[in-house]
């Protein structure tokens, strides 16, 4: 069974929405608790950057199966200046920001699958999971 | 003109209006334990009263410095009536019930009507969206006030024991509110002088790279301030978090409960709790 939802992420109180439904959504899912806490942890960055680098955009949270064990897809996408160096904005400690430089790279610690798209100019698209 | 038309009807015929306009008020059904029949027709006598004297000074230009004491009085309304709990439906209903009333007069009366309904449509209009926005206004302070006040509820810094203090953080840290806590931290340690903070996180759902950047920068600051800080409450899942998003905490001291925590401050100071002995 398949259940998606879409949140708008335009405000800083629209992060605090999204941590509250990925965790309901990973809950549902019966993902462990540390399993919960990496996926809403990973959501909180990702929409962080998404707002404060993008400029706001949407959350697409789906619980769902993946090769038959229950998980969590999560889509955040901003339609902000998009990154030009993939490789560099991956990479610990760099941030164009003041940030601790860790959102992007330690969000795709805590997740079981993680893809990065971005276009200059094209804003940018993760898409993270974790199962079961 | 039409609006100096709709000025005179509406003086000539003010006191028959007002009775009218009540009964529409009392049919519509307003609760009667919300609003009782004086306080109708108060509102209404006032209203209707600044209502003649504004359309015939100023126009039908609500922006008009002459519409101002119908503004204000549309405000309180609003004002008392998001405060007490009354639908939106029902606020904005008072000033639109007053059009039935109106448009039987202009009926009656031997001007352009359609020119004269228009005119009193497009005014009452206006009216009915200004009391809705005044009705949004009100309620959105109330949500404002509440926010504030939570955000100093859940920032507590308490002494535990001279020169340890403690805070207690629940919920979600968002800039604001750790903006608070390290200012109010900071504070406090200079005003009780005290050698020992103990940042509690158990009641934190959520530790990312923002929260651990705040939580660092906080506990930098106070080390120059000459305080030592403890990080306690750091839940399982939070620490394999933590340890998978790679932050570092470097030489920060963490206990895993506030006990704990409180523990290490005594000892620290050299303290030492002894049980009284049975029978002593």
Known sequence: MT???TLPLKQETDIVTIRQRV???????????VSQTKIVTAASEIARNGLIYGGGGQCLIERTQREGRAAVRLVIIDHGPGIANLEQAMTDGYTSGNGLGLGLSGARRLVDAFEIASQPGQGTSVEMWKWK | MTVTVLAELLQQN?????DRWIAVQRAAGIDPNRLDDRSITDNARDLLHALVRAI??????????QWRPVKQLLERLSHVHSQQGFPPTETATFVLSLKEPLFRLIQKSDGNTIELLWACTRLFDQLGLFTMQAYMASREQVIREQQESMLELSTPVVQLWKGVLAVPLIGSLDSNRTQVVMEALLQKIVDTESDIAIIDITGVPTVDTMVAQHLLKTITAAKLMGAKCIISGIRPQIAATIVHLGVELGDVVTKASLADAFQLALRELNVRLVANRLGA
């Open chain 1, 3 to 5: 259940t998606t939802e």
């Open chain 1, 23 to 33: 965790r309901k959504a990973a809950e549902d899912a019966r993902l462990g608790l």
């Open chain 2, 14 to 18: 003010e006191t028959a209006l007002l």
């Open chain 2, 56 to 65: 015939s000074e100023g126009g039908d230009d609500i922006e008009h410095p």
